[in-house]
């Protein structure tokens, strides 16, 4: 079992990263991969009640590959996280199978809940590189998160997410009517009201003027 899991893991990388030529490569070079196995390692321990075990193996994971997976964390068939450097990965969170992430992605909490805090990923999901993905909220099938997106609600399947706060711009491969991308022009609420201030002194200024004659 184990060991089909490992292959699996092998097998992720080697069909989604076309910069893998062997799986001696894969299993030499890919701190995701370190990470993934040391994950399994981790797991165990926590499961078999040796929580502090686990904790220290998930340390020494991180230590070497630069990936911190907490060992209670759920993770499904086939993860590649990709480069990997400083990504996070919370206590409650759950991923699917299939699922790619890249460098710089925090699977994390708000800081506002306790119980479960972290988010829940389906199969399939694309997260791009420094991603955060914070919160109890649930990421459907097939959900790409564009990389520094920053999301805090939950996303329907198939769906592109972008942005600070994340939103969605594609659904079911359709880009959604008013979604703009426009990250230049964006409304400034105090430029306008301070243009209306001015606006309405003029005016008063005008009503005096006209009064003293
Ligand atoms: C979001 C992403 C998954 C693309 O999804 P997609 O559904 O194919 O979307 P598109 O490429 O059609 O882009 C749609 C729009 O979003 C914009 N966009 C794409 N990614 C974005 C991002 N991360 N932040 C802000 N805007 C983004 C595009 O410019 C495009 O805007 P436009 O239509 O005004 O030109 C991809 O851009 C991305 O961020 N991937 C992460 C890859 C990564 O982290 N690689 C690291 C390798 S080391």
Known sequence: MIFKDITDDIDAIRTRDPAARSRLEVVLCYPGFHA??????????????????????????????????????????????????????????????????FQGVTLGGTGKERGKRHPTLGNHVVVGAGAKILGGITIGDNVKIGANSVVLKSVAANSTVIGVPGRVIKSQGERLPDATMDQVDLPDPISDRFLALEQELIELRKKVDDRNG
């Not at 759920?74 to 991923?95: K, P, S």
């Open 36 to 101: 993934v196995v040391m994950h399994r390692v981790a797991q165990a321990a926590w499961n078999a009640n040796l929580k502090l075990l686990g904790r220290f193996v998930a340390h020494v994971s991180r230590w070497v590959t630069g990936i911190e997976i907490h060992p209670a964390a759920r993770i499904g068939r086939r993860l590649f996280i990709d480069h990997g450097m400083a990504c996070v990965i919370g206590e409650t969170a759950e991923i699917g199978d299939y699922v790619t992430l």
